[in-house]
């Protein structure tokens, strides 16, 4: 599975955004120092503040080698060089960033935030931030299932805090379960949403279709595609991030995904319809993103044994009959649907595309917007790269040549500017 490092060098998604890091007393604190490498990588400008507990555990040298800049703790504070565009003091810090997240989040700290408590540098620059506040708590499994903490977490929930769950796992006091500090990962994952979500996709349903079909032959061999899957991964992240409640349905997931998208896995056409069929709402409306490469013909009579050679012969001929068409057979009316369509036939892509665009009756799907892969120069199966043509009935955009991800977040602008 790729990693989260082959995401990073395609976009610059956290270019020039100001991100505030709070590190408090808790053994997970040389984690944060993984977490300010990869936020530093991913183009963001960093600060960070430490309890002075957590300077027991690592050195403020640590992050500043990192992030290149002073790290405000109590022997640091300056409240003399107010001249300078960002002074060292928590005033400075809290009002210069776009979010902060306080990662490693002691149950301590955790009961103060929420009774406004402000005795500590880390306290106090939280309360003047008045921007979007992540929380990664880490401790025991005792002492974060204990009421009072659960009682300071849900009061944070309601004041607007984001709290990202900690993980079940071996913990520092040799104990398994509930209360080590989430993946990095995720909680880069958690900064982006909390950055890049907009009014347009926050909230809505979504549901992605990717990877190929798998249509058994017999217990081991089956009728498939190239599909890799990336495309559906990488748009997956791209709505996640812009705020949208993501259901990834698919048979192959390539890359490491957030937490919070939900994943289905399935194998054939029937299954990839009745994944869809059970996450359409009964009332509202979601945006079906069929990137999915669902084969053309099944085999008639799969066996459920594997067929052997010697009794196939020299020659097997397998009979196959035309698979359903998922986008022919879904007609709710509270499914907007996106087609994607992959041609190598370049005199006639445009026109086989934009058919999708017509009703069932008239010969077409039913699309209200189609994403056309031309396969000619390049083929796009399994690379990082493509280029797509979208169509409305009134609109076509080119992307040209760019990252499945840069293209994924202008798929998502290109529904977006139909209906806004």
């Known amino acids: 599975m790729k990693g989260f490092e082959a995401i990073m060098q395609q976009m610059d998604l956290l270019k020039d955004k100001k991100i505030l890091l709070l590190v408090t007393g808790s053994i997970a604190a040389y984690k944060s120092i993984e977490l300010a490498s990869m936020l530093k990588k991913l183009g963001a400008s960093l600060r960070v503040v430490m309890s002075d507990e957590a300077k027991k555990f690592i050195s403020p040298l640590s992050f500043e080698a990192i992030i290149h800049t002073l790290v405000l703790h109590t022997q640091s504070e300056d409240w003399t060089h107010q001249d300078i565009e960002i002074a060292c003091n ?3 810090y809290a009002t210069w960033a776009d979010v902060a997240i306080l990662a490693p989040a002691t149950a301590n700290t955790i009961a103060k935030i929420a009774c406004g408590v402000s ?15 992540l ?3 880490a401790m025991n499994t005792k002492m974060f299932e204990a009421i009072q903490t659960q009682d300071a977490i849900h009061k944070l929930k309601d004041l607007g805090f984001e709290i990202i769950d900690p993980r079940v796992s071996i913990l520092a006091c040799d104990t398994y379960g509930k209360g080590a500090m989430e993946e990095i990962l995720e909680i880069v994952f958690r900064i982006l949403r909390s950055i890049g979500q907009n009014s347009f996709w926050k909230d809505k349903e979504v549901i992605i279709t990717g990877g190929g079909s798998i249509e058994s032959i017999d217990s081991v061999r089956y009728i498939s595609n190239h599909s890799s899957g990336l495309q559906a991964s990488y748009l997956a992240i ?3 991030v812009l705020g949208a409640r ?7 997931f390539p890359i490491e995904l957030p937490s919070k998208i939900e994943c289905l896995k399935v194998k054939t056409a029937t299954s990839y319809l009745q994944a869809i069929d059970a996450k359409t709402p009964s009332n509202g409306r979601a945006f079906l993103f069929m990137a999915a490469a669902i084969s053309d013909y099944t085999p008639c009579n799969p066996s459920d044994a594997k067929l052997k050679k010697d009794t196939i012969g020299d020659f097997w001929e397998i009979q196959c009959q035309k698979n359903l068409d998922i986008l022919k057979e879904i007609n709710s009316p509270n499914l907007f649907k996106i087609g994607f369509k992959a041609e190598s036939d370049e005199k006639n892509a445009i026109s086989c595309a934009k058919k999708l665009l017509n009703s ?8 209200e917007v189609v994403c056309l892969n031309l396969i000619g120069k390049y083929n796009p199966f399994g690379s990082e790269e493509n280029e797509m043509i ?3 009935k009134n609109t076509t955009y080119h992307t040209g040549f760019k990252t499945k991800l840069n293209i994924s977040f202008e798929i998502a602008d290109f529904v977006q500017n139909l209906l806004c």
Do not use: M, Q, R, W
């Not at 069932?360 to 699309?367: A, L, R």
């Open 90 to 92: 928590h005033i400075s």
């Open 390 to 392: 979208f169509f409305s």
């Open 238 to 240: 791209a709505l996640y």
């Open 360 to 367: 069932p009756e008239d010969g077409g799907k039913g699309c």
């Open 119 to 133: 005795d500590n540098l880390i306290l106090s620059t939280l309360l003047a931030c008045d921007k979007p506040k």
């Open 135 to 137: 929380i990664a708590p």
């Open 246 to 252: 993501v259901s990834l349905i698919s048979s192959i």
